[in-house]
């Protein structure tokens, strides 16, 4: 079922959340791969879990093709498939959402996964990645309202508000 936060999204399934803000999806050769964790989302919600999935607005830069293929793909499957699986391609506020995140509520257990890892092809084969998976309500609380206030943040830009982090025993 793999490791790391694919491990988790793998195992999500009926009344599970997977929630995730990714900078760079798609592939660096110019054309579209839909590699495995774009896949193992849409599998999640297939599954029966709930998922959301913010992609920064990112349009490439004439060598790298964006990330507007990939939120058009998984706006596709949400349209046309009987899934609960949404996409925002935006900002957050007046800047781009460059978290590399992911929160999963599996069986009751709050994970959060949080680190440098761009889910693109060159981020699984060519660079060191680090991502941190932490199983704490207080972290994940933390981090789905922001989630949560990024997410309304891209249809009202006076939702955008960071809160402070509350005091946790972690």
Same mark, same amino acid.
């Given at each position: 079922? %793999?490791?790391?936060?694919?491990?988790?999204?793998?195992?999500?399934?009926?009344?599970?959340?997977?929630?995730?803000?990714?900078?760079?999806?798609?592939?660096?050769?110019?054309?579209?791969?839909?590699?495995?964790?774009?896949?193992?989302?849409?599998?999640?919600?297939?599954?029966?879990?709930?998922?959301?999935?913010?992609?920064?607005?990112?349009?490439?830069? %004439? =060598?790298?093709?964006?990330?507007?293929?990939?939120?058009?793909?998984?706006? %596709?499957?949400? #349209?046309?498939?009987?899934?609960?699986?949404?996409?925002?391609?935006?900002?957050?506020?007046?800047?781009?959402?460059?978290?590399?995140?992911?929160?999963?509520?599996?069986?009751?257990?709050?994970?959060?996964?949080? %680190?440098?890892?761009?889910?693109?092809?060159?981020?699984?084969?060519?660079?060191?990645?680090? #991502?941190?998976?932490?199983?704490?309500?207080?972290?994940? =609380?933390?981090?789905?309202?922001?989630?949560?206030?990024?997410?309304?943040?891209?249809?009202?830009? #006076?939702?955008?508000?960071?809160?402070?982090?509350?005091?946790?025993?972690?």
């Amino acid at each position: 079922q %793999g490791r790391g936060h694919l491990g988790l999204v793998n195992r999500a399934g009926a009344g599970d959340v997977i929630l995730v803000q990714v900078n760079v999806t798609s592939s660096w050769d110019g054309e579209l791969t839909l590699h495995t964790p774009v896949q193992s989302y849409v599998e999640a919600a297939r599954r029966g879990a709930s998922v959301r999935i913010m992609i920064d607005s990112w349009e490439g830069d %004439g =060598t790298i093709i964006g990330n507007l293929p990939v939120y058009n793909y998984l706006a %596709g499957v949400a #349209a046309t498939e009987d899934i609960d699986l949404e996409v925002q391609l935006g900002l957050v506020g007046t800047r781009r959402q460059h978290n590399k995140l992911v929160l999963a509520e599996i069986n009751g257990g709050r994970y959060t996964s949080i %680190g440098s890892l761009n889910e693109s092809d060159r981020a699984y084969k060519l660079t060191r990645e680090l #991502a941190i998976i932490l199983k704490s309500d207080a972290v994940y =609380t933390y981090h789905r309202n922001m989630f949560d206030l990024d997410w309304a943040c891209n249809a009202d830009a #006076a939702q955008c508000v960071t809160p402070a982090l509350p005091d946790a025993d972690l």
